[in-house]
């Protein structure tokens, strides 16, 4: 065999599609994120174009004086407090509530665009992977807390009406428990599965029943989505309309949250993320979604984020957190980001600006190469790269080197597949081998190599990316 020289351009970068950045130094001890809490609320901007169009925006907004109060630095309300101010809309057309519910478990909404009771009939029951199955198979558990539920006939059905109990929030007896916010139930697995009324979060929150993940959402009067017959006076004001829908949601967050704060479950390093379902009234960049992080490991004081954000960043970031490999379940073509491509777990911003430096565990890698080699029998240059989990947390299957840019003429004989989902569009990627357990642990190297075939006899050069995430449908 004849030796040649190494020209390939190895780099485990950032850039899109890269899963593994350096992670920043921090005590493990001291930022080992607890019990998590996501609170979802319904059909508000943070910002729009217009502020008071119908609907409102919640940012400045005098019926949301407790949320606001959480993003105003110096506010005590705002001391653990970090906030996105680019969390923008799934994808174009991605409305109305329930495709955003499903994004949420899935990284896409598989196309559907509807509010329909999950049934298999109405093609919106799917079998696909998802977060808390994800949570399932590793053994992280979970609970679904749903207001109003307890008055359904199943998980799977809606319930609303004027005759229920007495709600402790707004002291009326209207209910309305919505399928279409409830995201676990459309997926065959998970559809009655921990499944709870929002009453035993308060029994779990004080006897030690909690889960590592809790999903909780209000009915549609306290989530923001409907107003009250008759309106709603809040700190002394009526507001009616929208208004009342968007002061019963501060309401009831202005009661829950610091509930929530005030147990050791929250104070153990614990976080509560508000999360909102979607943009309203327009798909474009002038249409943002809050995201809201509270926690001791936040940045606290009410800090802004700029980095650009959306519902694939949550599922990252739990995936992340818990040491999951990525969901990468197709979105349809036509739904495109704001920036005109998709937001695909794998490839977006996480939630770690949120956070203090080194919080969110992201993974690191180093990729080196040895010199080609040609063999006269194949006729092809061999090169072996070496990939090393330099972090402290587990990669876990699937494992994937990914050529960009390789140089023209040459191709990766060996390839496993080309990209088709993730860009640039058409880099060969070869499967990395990690062993029986599908693990490739802190600080330990395995090896592929690669086979090119090279007609023209140029330089082989490429750029690279590790991936954890099939990058192709």
Known sequence: MTQRTLKSTLLATAAAGALFAQPAQADPALTQIGN?????????????????????????????????SLLVPGNPNAAQVSYATAYFNSGTGVHPSEPNYVWAEAGTDFGIHTDGEPRTANHNVFTAPH????????GISWKNYQEDVQLSLSPTNNASGTNGPVNVYYGRTQYDYAVKHNPMAFFTDTQVQNVYPLAQFFLDLTNNGLAQYTWITPNQFNDAHSALKGGFTYNGTLRTGD???????????????????ATPAYQNNGVIIIWWDET????????RIPEIVISPLAKGNGYASS??????????TMEEIFGLPAINNPIPVAETNVFGGHNHVASVNDLSDLFQDGVIPAFSASITGERFDFNRHTGLFQQEVHIQNTGDAP????????LDNLSAGVTLANADGATSILAPLG???????????????PHESKTVKLE??????ADITYDVRLLSVTPAP
């Open 36 to 68: 998590i809490f996501v609170i979802a609320m319904e059909n508000h901007n943070f910002t729009q174009p217009v502020p008071t169009n119908n609907p409102q925006q919640i940012f400045g907004n005098p019926a949301a004086p407790y949320i606001n």
């Open 131 to 138: 977060l808390t199955a994800q949570f399932n198979a590793a």
């Open 243 to 261: 208004q009342a829908a968007i002061a019963q949601g501060d309401n009831f967050l202005s009661i829950i949250i610091p509930q929530i704060m």
């Open 280 to 287: 309203e009234k327009g798909d474009s960049a002038g249409f």
């Open 307 to 316: 980095v650009p954000m959306n519902h694939s960043s949550d599922i990252k």
């Open 395 to 402: 990669m876990q299957l699937p494992l994937w080197l990914v």
């Open 427 to 441: 880099s060969p990627y070869i499967s990395v081998p990690v062993g029986g357990d599908g693990i490739l642990r």
């Open 452 to 457: 090119f075939s090279d007609p023209t006899a």
